[in-house]
C-alpha cells in the first residue's frame, strides 16, 4: 500500500505565494505521473497540473505562468509552486501519484488533499 500526504497549504493574501508538497510512502519501485487537482465545493475536480516521468509539465488554463509543478524522483516527492495567486485559487488542493511497487503491482493514489484560501 502506497501512502501519500500532502503539505503546505494555507491562508495567503492575493498575490501571495505558496508551496504545496506530496510525500509518498510504501514499497515503491518507481513513480510515473505525478498531479496535482483542486476541488471547490460544488464544482468538479479540476486537473491542476502534472509532471511525467521525463519531466514534461501540463498545466491548466487558468493556473498556466502562476503555477510549476515539479518532482524530486529520490524522495517519492511532488511540488506545487503557487504564485500569483487569485481568490478564484482557493480550493482543497490533491496531490495523485501512480506508479508500480515492487513485486510488480501497480498503485494510484492520493493524498488527503490541503486547503488553499486566497483572501484579504
Known amino acids: 500500500q502506497v501512502t501519500v500526504v500532502e503539505s503546505g497549504g494555507g491562508l495567503v493574501q492575493p498575490g501571495g505565494s505558496l508551496r504545496l508538497s506530496c510525500v509518498a510512502s510504501?514499497?515503491?519501485?518507481?513513480?510515473?505521473?505525478v498531479g496535482w487537482y483542486r476541488q471547490v465545493p460544488g464544482k468538479q475536480h479540476e486537473l491542476v497540473a502534472s509532471i511525467s516521468p521525463g519531466n514534461d509539465k501540463t498545466y491548466s488554463d487558468s493556473v498556466k505562468g502562476r503555477f510549476l509543478i515539479s518532482r524530486d524522483n529520490a524522495q517519492n516527492m511532488g511540488y506545487l509552486y503557487l504564485t500569483n495567486l487569485k481568490p478564484e485559487d482557493t480550493a482543497v488542493y490533491y496531490c495523485?501519484?501512480?506508479?508500480?511497487?515492487?513485486?510488480?503491482?501497480?498503485?494510484?493514489?492520493w493524498g488527503q488533499g490541503t486547503q488553499v484560501t486566497v483572501s484579504a
Open positions: 495523485n501519484m501512480d506508479g508500480s511497487i515492487y513485486g510488480g503491482k501497480i498503485f494510484d493514489s
Open positions: 510504501g514499497n515503491i519501485f518507481s513513480m510515473n505521473n
